[in-house]
């Protein structure tokens, strides 16, 4: 076990090596230092002494991959690429173009964002599972047919409009919500609470059919027949034997989101004014500010590996026949 | 009345708009510690039958007629609860693929106890006691309980099924081909223990099966199913001593053994007829050698033919005789008729000589994944096959003989050793050479069903191989396909159409085809009739016995069917853990064994009494 986690931390390396070059030269490519600073100062100031200083003052006087002015290891090491890139791996984020420390700004935006994915995570795989246990139960019959349809509708209608519809509807209409904003404290749940409702409503088609199908494969295996065989009543069927072999395939795309839970998400803290790391880095996106972008590709890339090592740790949990080693 | 009792049962299953009858008016019972056999081949209706019993029949099937009662109480009548107390309890069933009939994230104890909770009201440390109790009636260790079943061999598994089925202490038990998945080593220590316990339990047992030798070791009475019906329904004694049915009598001609060495073994021509078609007469009249006018207007009844045997044809009426008798009549029946031996010109030459051929797996182990030791999956083996010659290879499953065949067809590295085909070296061929050479040996797999790309025309797989490996321009390829369709006994509109058309004969038949399409030396035959019926794989055998005679090929048959190997093989090589452990000519070997294992193998196999 313990081999098998060493390996996979040194299996990491070349993986973030390789996402942060890329990053970087894609941003590159588009964007040159000069750009940047045209954005950020504004058309009016721009006059070519302004970049240059808003260059240094920010870091980015310095060549991409390789400096020719430096001596010895600083031609590698004095450039745009360790300064700016390579740092993240002592998780250096630095501060963002604006000056602010994207560190400080991650911990204090991550708790909202976890305030609503958590809960959207753990109602929506409740309500998901059960779901599509009940189709399953139920099936064959005109109940399970009329759920299908019902969740082929749901997954049909724009996310958005979920967004939209439940601002109207319970914000604007039933007045239960504000419809949007955030107050951190313990008034928080009156914010948090539509957002969670939304999510949740806004995926249930899609992941219900798919766990649905998921128990259906199972159920039509050998070992249900025997289950059955046995004399067992058709809940025990499920909960103990379906549930209990479909939770592998179920926990490959469940746990690996977990470590990115406290990222956020972009269209609903967007949406509903939550100053949390999704909103975070949409706004960065459109404010071209390459620092927090890369921060946030960073950290997504660390957390999705962090998420694939703990799905397989899961899987010894579910799964005897699961060593790691 | 004591035991199961079964009338007039019939299932439906609507599929696609039509209506489908897979088990149509089956009567048949079982006394209170008899074991009845329901013999018969794939698609027959056996295990839909069993499965209505339980009733557990699949989604979209129901029992449109008939009456089950067990001990005299009405099965069918019961509300689903009760039927829950039966299930599992007083009736029980094992399957035939223990890989895949345990649930795999549960132990054998946990499975077990299920069982004892629902129907014995066990818990906690008396149910496991009492479970400990049942694996070691089945043979097993106690320690097993704890185990999982990934843990377990194929026949463990098929033992803690057992124990967990006995978990209701039943008065019937139903067993669906309970040891086709296993060995034959295996198979025989799992029937032995079935037999004990239902005698030990004056338990009735339903043996399902397509064996004849495994129904004549263990049935007391025999029933046989054909296209949803049974035709036959006898004590064991008598129906082995003379069967009735024109079906019967044809399955018992279609094996192969030793003694029909050389003869065109038996066939049964044409397909049973489809489960949703409207049969006028008698189901089995088109394929049937005593067929006459009545068999095709009138459906046959069930006649007592002697005392106590029963069989659903027009000649077993005692009036009845058919216009011309002659063709029951031994003195009359035609020779079998023999299939010419190769020619002898050219036979001494030889085309596969493989010495001291080793392939080690390595194991790695720790952080830096380091070799710390070899599996020697085969390890210095030397065999050679002349022109015109059957090799058999047995041994049971992990012995290596498929491992050995990829290392000769160099589809996987040997470790060590030499392989020769027509005289050449293959272990120093690369690229070109080595290409060229694989037209002078092919293999045919054991599954038609997955070994045909699904998304090829037959057409297009026949061709592959010819396009890569001979200078045959396309027009002379598309003759040769032909040919070779004609060869194999297929039709000429087959190139067109897709695998999932065929049976499993059929695509078995485009299998031979494609290995021949590019006139190979060598074929390797990996256990080619396994997934086959009886009657498929006589048609199969016969048209391997007649290529050889017709090409001179050299035949590596790998197999774990004995009979099989001494209608087939001249000779007879015996692998056991990657090693082969007696060779001979096959009259020799299989009559007189030397070896320990072989002598083992033999004595296994099932059909010699009890």
Not at chain 1, 144 to 155: F, I, K, Q, S, Y
Not at chain 2, 180 to 206: K, S
Request: hydrophobic share 45%; glycine share 8%.
């Amino acid at each position: 076990m313990l081999d098998y986690l060493i390996r996979r931390v040194l299996y990491a390396i070349p993986i973030l090596l390789g996402v942060n070059l890329l990053t970087f030269a894609l941003f590159f490519m588009v964007n040159t230092p000069d750009d940047m600073a045209r954005i950020h100062l504004g058309a009016k100031h721009v006059t070519a002494e302004a970049i240059t200083r808003w260059k240094s003052e920010h870091g980015y006087d310095r060549p991409l991959f390789f400096n020719e002015q430096a001596a010895g290891v600083a031609k590698a090491a004095d450039t745009l690429f360790v300064e700016k890139s390579l740092k993240l791996f002592a998780l250096d984020f630095g501060a963002a173009d604006d000056g602010r420390d994207i560190a400080r700004e991650i911990k204090t935006r991550m708790w909202p964002s976890l305030a609503i994915a958590l809960p959207t995570f753990l109602i929506g795989l409740l309500a998901y599972i059960s779901f599509a246990l009940l189709l399953v139960f139920f099936r064959g019959t005109r109940l399970d047919t009329a759920g299908v349809v019902l969740c082929v509708a749901l997954m049909s209608i724009s996310g958005l409009f979920y967004v939209i519809g439940g601002q109207y509807l319970m914000g604007k209409l039933w007045h239960w919500f504000p419809i949007s904003g955030y107050q951190p404290g313990l008034d928080a749940w009156k914010f948090l609470l539509m957002p969670v409702l939304v999510s949740v409503v806004a995926s249930i088609g899609d992941s219900a059919r798919f766990y649905r199908a998921l128990f259906f494969e199972e159920i039509a295996k050998d070992y249900v027949r025997t289950a059955r065989a046995k004399g067992l009543s058709e809940l025990r069927v499920l909960f103990r034997h379906v549930l209990g072999n479909a939770m592998i395939p179920i926990l490959t795309g469940v746990v690996v989101v977990i470590p990115r839970l406290f990222m956020g998400s972009l269209i609903i803290e967007s949406f509903f004014g939550i100053p949390g790391l999704g909103s975070y880095t949409i706004d960065a996106i459109q404010a071209q500010d390459f620092a927090i972008v890369r921060s946030m590709v960073f950290l997504g890339s660390l957390l999705y590996i962090l998420g694939l090592v703990l799905t397989d740790l899961s899987y010894t949990l579910v799964d005897p026949r699961v060593r790691l080693e | 009345m004591k035991g199961l009792s079964v009338e007039n049962l019939s299932v439906e299953i609507a599929a696609g708009g039509r209506l489908l009858k897979p088990v149509d008016d089956v009567s048949f019972s079982i006394g209170a510690d008899e074991c009845v056999a329901l013999l018969g081949e794939s698609g027959c209706g056996k295990s839909i039958t069993a499965l209505a019993l339980m009733r557990l029949l699949p989604e979209g099937a129901r029992v449109a007629a008939g009456r089950v009662s067990l001990q005299g109480e009405a099965l069918f009548d019961l509300p689903e609860a009760a039927m829950g107390e039966v299930r599992g309890g007083r009736l029980a069933m094992i399957f035939q693929e223990p890989q895949t009939s345990l649930n795999p994230v549960m132990t054998v104890a946990e499975q077990i106890n299920e069982a004892l909770a629902a129907h014995r009201k066990l818990r906690g440390d008396a149910a496991l006691a009492e479970a400990g109790r049942l694996l070691e009636a089945v043979g097993l260790e106690r320690d097993r309980l704890t185990a999982y079943p990934f843990q377990l061999s194929g026949g463990q598994r098929q033992r803690a099924l057992i124990a967990m089925m006995l978990a209701g202490e039943p008065e019937v038990l139903i067993a669906d081909e309970p040891t086709t998945a296993l060995d034959v080593t295996v198979q025989a220590q799992i029937l032995a223990l079935l037999r004990d316990l239902q005698r030990q339990r004056g338990m009735g047992l339903l043996l399902i099966t397509h064996d004849l030798d495994v129904a004549k070791d263990m049935a007391d009475r025999v029933a046989v199913m054909y296209a949803g019906q049974i035709v036959e329904w006898a004590s064991r004694d008598s129906l082995y001593a003379q069967p009735r049915h024109p079906y019967t009598e044809k399955l018992f001609a279609v094996l192969p053994r030793l003694e029909r060495r050389g003869e065109r073994l038996d066939s049964l021509p044409g397909r049973v007829p489809p489960p949703d078609a409207r049969v006028a007469g008698c189901r089995f009249a088109e394929r049937c050698p005593a067929v006459f006018a009545r068999c095709r207007e009138e459906a046959p009844a069930f006649h007592e033919a002697a005392p106590g045997h029963f069989a659903r044809c027009h000649l077993a009426e005692p009036q009845t005789s058919r216009p011309d008798a002659a063709w029951r009549n031994p003195g009359s029946a035609r020779e079998p008729s023999r299939i010419p031996p190769a020619p002898a010109s050219g036979l001494q030459s030889e085309v596969l000589s493989v010495r001291d051929l080793a392939v080690h797996f390595p194991v790695r182990k720790g952080l830096l994944r380091r070799t710390v030791d070899h599996f020697k999956a085969v390890d210095g083996v030397s065999l050679a096959i002349k022109a015109g010659e059957t090799l058999a290879l047995v041994g049971e499953s992990g012995c290596g003989k498929s491992t050995l065949a990829r290392a000769i067809l160099r589809l996987l590295e040997p470790t060590r050793g030499e392989v020769r085909v027509a005289g050449e070296a293959i272990g120093g061929l690369s690229g070109e050479a080595l290409r060229r050479k694989r037209a002078e040996m092919q293999i045919v797999f054991q599954d038609p069903f997955s070994s045909l790309n699904p998304r090829m025309r037959i057409g297009e797989i026949l061709e592959e191989g010819m396009a890569a490996l001979l200078p045959l321009a396309a027009p002379a390829r598309r003759a040769r396909i032909t040919q070779l369709l004609d060869q194999v006994g297929l039709p000429l509109d087959a190139a067109g159409r897709y695998p999932h058309e065929f049976s499993g004969g059929q695509r078995q038949r485009v299998a031979i085809a494609r290995a021949l399409a590019v006139q190979p030396k060598l074929l390797i035959l990996d256990e080619p009739t396994s997934a086959l019926d009886v009657s498929v794989q006589a048609q199969i055998l016969n048209l391997l016995a007649e290529l050889q005679a017709e090409y001179g090929l050299a035949y590596l048959f790998i197999t774990h069917n004995l009979p099989v190997v001494g209608y087939l093989a001249q000779r007879v090589a015996v692998m056991r853990a990657g090693r082969i452990v007696e060779e001979g000519a096959a009259e020799t070997l299989l009559t007189a064994p030397r070896h320990e294992y072989t002598r083992l193998l033999l004595d296994s196999a099932p059909g010699r009494g009890r």
